[in-house]
């Protein structure tokens, strides 16, 4: 990477991190482009560069927002063998990580707009979300991969916008219907039999 890449990931960095600061702060909604410019310490033309409207803004910050939940779920689960519970504990190690980081944590907050909108048609998220389950099941990417993945995506949003009474009360939801019904897939089961 050369300096000029170098300094242009740093700012658009510096810019989604500010934007985490105020999101937490303040709440999705309420965060304008001219705030965020000034709490990251540029003009609004450097930050319309990197990203040319909110919802580029909004994409950006939830495809790294999803990368560092990954990377959460990865090293907590990693040890475990078994397929079925190794999502189980994927699924709620996700809902863990965005309900205790209060900038994810505002985009489900009860006042702020429905965040599954964005969240649930947001590659990024999805991309995610299926070199998870490909890894978790030892899938080849079958054809119905990108739509399990794509489902996974919205029970973890489905469960930070309508929370249960508590943690075993979605284990139980999440072990019941989802675990069986991502496992039982035929294209996906005959991958992770093996």
């Known amino acids: 990477m050369n300096w000029q890449a170098a300094r242009e990931r740093d700012a658009a960095d510096r810019i989604l991190a500010s934007a985490a600061e105020l999101f937490a702060r303040d709440g999705v909604a309420a965060v304008g482009m001219a705030e965020l410019a000034q709490a990251a310490g ?11 409207n909110r919802q580029a803004l909004h994409a950006a910050f939830i495809q790294r927002e999803a990368r560092a939940v990954a990377v959460a779920v990865r090293d907590r689960t990693s040890g475990i063998a078994d397929p079925g519970e190794r999502l189980l504990r994927a699924l709620q190690i996700a809902v863990e990580e965005v309900r205790g980081a209060p900038p994810l944590a505002a985009w489900f907050a009860v006042d702020e707009p429905p965040a599954g909108g964005i969240a649930s048609r947001s590659a990024g998220i ?18 119905s991969a990108p739509a399990a993945a794509r489902w996974l995506v919205r029970v973890v949003v489905s469960l930070l916008s309508h929370p249960e009474p508590d943690a075993s009360a979605e284990e139980e939801l999440l072990r019941r219907f989802v ?16």
């Open 42 to 52: 540029c003009s609004r033309a450097t930050l319309y560069r990197y990203f040319p």
């Open 126 to 143: 999805e991309a995610v979300a299926f070199g998870l389950l490909t890894e978790i099941t030892g899938a080849d990417a079958p054809e």
């Open 179 to 194: 675990i069986p019904a991502v496992l039982t897939d035929p294209a996906l089961a005959a991958t992770v039999r093996g």
